[in-house]
């Protein structure tokens, strides 16, 4: 426990913080948690946790963590007051958002890339959430500060965030077996709630997804049927499998214009401490498969913790049936029309998993010889590119352009070379450090593009280089 009046202090000096931030230009938006921890100092965080009389969730996973956070935002605070933050991924972002808001739920969006770089257990312990969101996990940023960031340390981080609780609910996508894996070995401790597909015409749609390993005992899973890449129904014959589900997609009816989706669910409510169920149809916008897990995490980690029961089915087809694309996070792949006929889908994808996801969302649109330029992973980040480099193949274009995504130029050549004794590719060696010209250049490419399809995606800065892609496409 820390002296209260420190607390209160620490608590008025972060007030002062967050009005100079508003002032001053740029990156204020975390000074207010920062300014907290120097006069309280980092325990403090614990008390200042406990003002949310219900408690804090966190959102954790890969890919997914931004949207799922969204999403879930949206739909808690249609019934009460929260707190809030997203897309940042620090204890500072957490303590500010803590500091700003009012409410007795909070909804924190914590990324994690390792042990050393984030501090998941120090999280757990401070911030202590009642709900821990995962969404799915699959290797991405394999070096951290240019040192190899083996995948089962990166797993181990993201199981630490929930380890050690031992009240709440931990809510996991059941058809990612690495979520599901961690979740199972919660359920010894608190409740669980699984979320997953239910819908026995989808299988295998997507050519080409990787097998997992068991989590359980190395073993080759087996899949009785695939949905997006590595997750799916699977099982092994050490008894692992994909577990029962909480909330479920029963019914998808995928028309052009609109999705319809029908949503089952019968949970455990943390707030209300009793079981509830609902079943609703839903129209969202065309937005990609991958969202449908978005959906989902957030409908079950909403429906877990809503203080108003009652009002869960009209909550959900209010925020659902009014979504439009503007929910998807700065940065993340769109395919975007310019000219009459040409279609550039473009976004980050610098995990074999969002890369893929992408190729999948530009496929609705490809109708004839496409264009694929290729930002490149970095020096230790083979893995990424092997991935990459199956998601290429996949689309098969006629012509490929391959650009350095992230520092090394050399490096980047190296991949191109790969690429080039199977693809008719050219290569341009933009520096990182001249962001703005590599920028430039990029969209210079996408748009004298002879072909009408172009898919632009791998690595790069989200927000400072696809944001601002996007924003300079659209502009022409
Ligand atoms: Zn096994």
Avoid at 1 to 10: D, E, G, H, T
Avoid at 395 to 409: C, F, T, Y
Wanted: overall charge negative.
């Amino acid at each position: 426990m820390v002296n209260k009046i420190r607390l209160s202090i620490a608590k008025f000096a972060a007030k002062i913080a967050s009005q100079v931030a508003k002032l001053g230009s740029g990156s204020g938006g975390n000074f207010p948690g920062h300014v907290f921890f120097k006069v309280a100092g980092q325990e403090a965080l614990f008390d200042l946790s406990h003002e949310m009389k219900v408690g804090p969730i966190l959102v954790t996973g890969t890919n997914g963590k931004t949207t799922t956070t969204t999403l879930l935002i949206k739909l808690l605070s249609h019934d009460t007051e929260i707190r809030k933050s997203f897309e940042n991924n620090t204890i500072n972002s957490i303590t500010t958002g803590i500091l700003k808001g009012k409410g007795d739920i909070g909804v924190f969006e914590y990324g994690i890339r390792n042990k050393t770089y984030g501090i998941p257990d120090t999280i757990q312990r401070l911030v202590d959430p009642i709900g821990v969101v995962y969404t799915t996990i699959s290797r991405e940023h394999s070096q951290v500060a240019g040192i190899k960031n083996p995948f089962d340390e990166y797993v181990e981080a993201k199981t630490l965030l929930s380890k050690n609780m031992t009240k709440g609910i931990v809510i996991s996508n059941a058809d990612d077996p690495l979520t599901a894996n961690i979740a199972i070995n919660k359920q010894k401790d608190i409740k669980v709630n699984f979320y997953g597909l239910d819908i026995d015409d989808i299988d295998d749609i997507f050519e080409g997804s990787n097998s997992l390993n068991c989590p359980n005992c190395g073993k080759k899973l087996e899949y009785s049927q695939k949905f997006l890449n590595h997750r799916g129904i699977y099982g092994c014959s050490c008894g692992f499998k994909r577990p029962e589900l909480n909330v479920k997609l029963v019914d998808a009816d995928f028309k052009t214009d609109e999705w319809d989706l029908t949503i089952e669910g019968e949970l455990y409510n943390y707030t209300n401490n009793q079981d509830v169920s609902f079943n609703v149809v839903i129209s969202v916008p065309p937005f990609g498969f991958h969202n449908i897990y978005n959906t989902l995490a957030s409908i079950t980690a909403y429906a877990s913790f809503t203080p108003r029961i009652e009002n869960i089915e009209n909550t959900i087809r209010d925020i659902f049936n009014n979504l439009d694309m503007s929910f998807i996070p700065p940065g993340r792949f769109e395919v975007v029309k310019i000219d009459s006929n040409k279609y550039v889908g473009l976004g980050q994808g610098d995990n074999g998993d969002a890369a893929r996801i992408n190729a999948l969302f530009m496929d609705q649109y490809i109708d004839g010889p496409l264009e694929f330029i290729y930002t490149t992973p970095d020096v230790n980040e083979e893995e990424i590119f092997e991935d990459h480099l199956k998601v290429i193949k996949s689309l098969n274009p006629e012509h490929v352009i391959v650009v350095p995504g992230r520092k090394s130029i050399e490096k980047a050549e190296e991949y191109y070379n790969i690429i080039a004794e199977e693809f008719d590719a050219v290569f341009y060696p933009l520096s990182y450090e001249k962001m703005g010209e590599r920028i430039d250049k990029l969209v210079q490419l996408a748009q004298d593009s002879k072909y009408n399809y172009v898919i632009m995606t791998g690595c790069g800065e989200e927000q400072e280089m696809w944001e601002n892609i996007k924003q300079k496409l659209i502009k022409r």
